[in-house]
């Protein structure tokens, strides 16, 4: 089994109050803290269907083990970089794998952690969590970075969330899904479910 935690969140959201306001045609600043919540909602339902990250944000995979093969995928693309990877040895020492034992694969989604060439990984300890990937993903520090089919997604659950803010809406005539929405946007570019072990 594995795990993945997010240690430090982006910065900077998606889109801003600014451009999220001109979406809604709100003009007035009553509601700003409102807004700002429903950015931060869409953007998470928008990353969960595509299984990627948007805004720069720094992961923590856990895994038993290392893999069986040369190679570690990390979830949640883009990625950036990775900032270590420590492994419970044999001896129930912490270590960190030093980084010329291996290289980064930036362009693959998932990113992946490629195991040096005539290379092996160490040994570790029967833990759950023997082995961690500490990395960044995302597309760059702030929204401009985000492939603007993203960024329209997040806008129309914006405008979703911003309408409809009860779960039933009564008296209104029926309801309807837009043939174009959000998940139209997302769907294309989703990331499948995967072993970061390439177990399965």
Do not use: C
């Not at 299984?51 to 190679?71: E, H, N, Q």
């Not at 760059?140 to 603007?148: F, L, Q, R, W, Y």
């Amino acid at each position: 089994m594995w795990s993945l935690a997010q240690t430090v969140a982006p910065a900077n959201p998606v889109v801003t109050l600014g451009e999220a306001k001109l979406h809604l045609r709100v003009e007035h600043d009553s509601e700003d803290t409102l807004i700002e919540r429903i950015v931060a909602a869409a953007t998470e339902r928008a990353e969960e269907i595509q299984s990627r990250a948007f805004v720069t944000r720094t992961y923590r995979l856990t895994v038993p083990r290392f893999p069986r093969g040369r190679i570690i995928h990390l979830p949640r693309p883009p990625l950036q970089s990775v900032t270590s990877i420590t492994y419970v040895d044999a001896d129930g020492a912490t270590q960190t794998l030093a980084a010329e034992s291996y290289r980064l694969d930036t362009d693959a989604v998932p990113g992946r952690v490629i195991l040096a060439r005539d290379g092996e990984w160490p040994v570790t300890a029967d833990e759950p969590d023997a082995v961690q990937v500490t990395y960044v993903a995302g597309y760059g520090d702030d929204g401009s970075a985000v492939p603007e089919e993203q960024r329209a997604a997040v806008l129309l659950f914006v405008g979703h969330l911003y309408e409809s803010r009860e779960a039933i809406t009564v008296g209104t005539g029926p309801t309807f899904k837009l043939a174009f929405g959000p998940e139209y946007l997302l769907w294309p570019d989703r990331v499948f479910e995967f072993d970061p072990l390439g177990d399965r």
